[in-house]
């Protein structure tokens, strides 16, 4: 799903030719609300059965991973606590966690506590057990950026400046400094590897699109435009590759799972803004962004997208031509080959494809939350309406499923459903009646929770949408 804001800059071709290939297909937040597991056309709503679970007042978040829930609640001026369940189990486990700690990872085996804010000496992290809360290991001045290949990967963080809030607006992006990447043995913390980084150099990791926990990828890009690639399990040097640039890297991300794996955005160090995206197999750039921008970023497995002030764009990641573009009057779509708008849809800022020749649009779903035009099944090619939800409000994607949600007005009860694009249904989870606020969902393969902070349930996924 992609979003693209409420307004957009006009687009321009990239000064580099794109290569010409064939033209081009995320979830999890936190908090909670009522369930139900009933098939229903939109609009339409049955009685309800009992939550799985029901988590009540102090609730401040949830995290569902390796089969676990661990609820972070909230006792007023005390301190916040984190809980473990298996599942929609009892609690197992309860800590008390200290201040500015929170949950950084977390699987079948290990949970890991951190402090993130501020950088440098005062952030480190404490492992443990993910059955019986022991502690296992904990260590000062790191912080957590993923697990892969059986490894923890943490990041030394002891020469690391606080970042500004307010930096200078005339003043050069920083290039990273030396820097130093530990891998560690989950169960006991113990180095496996080390890798350090040079100054002028950027580390960066790629993450499973469905598991933000899990790493995929890290490789280091130099300032001459080489990148290495290293196996998360032992440290070594997996492959190189060679980019069409040199120049001070500010930072540089890897990109999605679809066509634009195998793809880099790098940011320059010498201008605010200035990025590019390219093909590491050619080396060529196949998409330039300029400033003022906000860079670029795989919006979704086939597709990057350049923000800024003004809205955004989102680009092909096999072609680096533009496909849709957000303004003022909402979604254009643009014919790839020469960026010019093919059909618009007046009141979308969010689009998500539905395979090779369908889309779906949704409002923004704040604001006047009655005011939007709800979610729309269309022609990809055409913009051709095929269904229309209108009482039904987008919050969050699962594959080809969409979470919807609709509140009649003057009312505080809130339904959260599946919309399902193939059958033209709705699948209510459920509903509350307390929330003023629009919900928020976090999933695992099986299980769901959806609500507001402080009033969360978890429920079963029926084993047809797992």
Request: aromatic letters at 8%; hydrophobic letters at 40%; proline letters at 8%.
């Amino acid at each position: 799903m992609i979003d693209l804001g409420v307004v957009g800059p006009s687009w321009e071709p990239p000064d580099t030719a794109p290569p010409r290939r064939r033209p081009g297909r995320l979830g999890a937040v936190v908090v909670a609300a009522v369930a139900v597991l009933v098939a229903v056309l939109p609009g339409k709503e049955t009685a309800a059965a009992a939550p799985a679970l029901l988590i009540g007042p102090g609730s401040q978040s949830v995290v569902l991973a390796g089969g676990w829930m661990f609820v972070t609640r909230y006792a007023g001026e005390g301190a916040h606590t984190i809980e473990a369940r298996p599942g929609d189990g009892p609690v197992r486990w309860t800590v008390e966690l200290a201040e500015g700690e929170g949950l950084d990872f977390a699987d079948a085996s290990i949970v890991v506590l951190g402090h993130t804010y501020p950088v440098g000496p005062l952030t480190g992290v404490t492992a443990r057990d993910t059955h019986t809360g022991a502690e296992l290991w904990r260590r000062a001045a790191v912080v957590v950026v993923g697990a892969g290949g059986g490894r923890l990967l943490l990041m030394d963080t002891s020469r690391m400046q606080p970042v500004q809030d307010a930096p200078d607006p005339g003043a050069a992006p920083p290039v990273p400094q030396e820097s130093r990447i530990f891998a560690v043995d989950p169960r006991t913390g113990a180095d496996a590897w080390t890798l350090l980084v040079p100054a002028g150099s950027a580390p960066s990791f790629g993450h499973d699109p469905g598991d933000p926990y899990r790493t995929t990828a890290l490789g280091v890009l130099d300032p001459d435009g080489v990148l290495r690639s290293y196996d998360l399990r032992t440290g070594a040097v997996s492959g190189t590759a060679r980019i069409e640039r040199t120049g001070p890297v500010r930072y540089f991300e890897f990109g999605g799972s679809g066509r634009a794996r195998g793809q880099v955005m790098v940011a320059d160090g010498d201008a605010d803004g200035s990025a590019g995206v390219y093909d590491l197999a050619s080396g060529r750039r196949i998409l330039r962004v300029d400033p003022p921008t906000y860079g670029a970023y795989p919006c979704d497995a086939d597709h990057w997208c350049v923000s800024g002030a003004r809205g955004g764009v989102a680009y092909e990641a096999a072609t680096g031509r533009p496909a849709w573009r957000g303004d003022s009057s909402g979604l254009t779509v643009l014919d790839p080959v020469t960026g010019s708008p093919r059909w618009s849809a007046k009141g979308y800022f969010r689009i998500s494809e539905l395979g090779p020749d369908a889309v779906a649009l949704a409002a923004m779903g704040n604001g006047d939350q009655f005011a939007g035009p709800g979610v729309r099944i269309v022609d990809a090619r055409t913009g051709a309406v095929r269904r229309t939800f209108p009482d039904w409000h987008y919050l969050q994607s699962l594959g080809d499923r969409l979470v919807v949600w609709h509140r009649a007005e003057d009312s505080r009860r809130t339904t959260v459903g599946l919309l399902d694009p193939a059958t033209g249904g709705v699948l209510v989870l459920g509903w509350a009646d307390t929330w003023a606020g629009e919900p928020q969902c976090v999933t695992s393969e099986a299980l769901i929770a959806c609500g507001i902070m402080g009033d969360m349930t978890l429920w079963h996924l029926p084993a047809g949408v797992r």
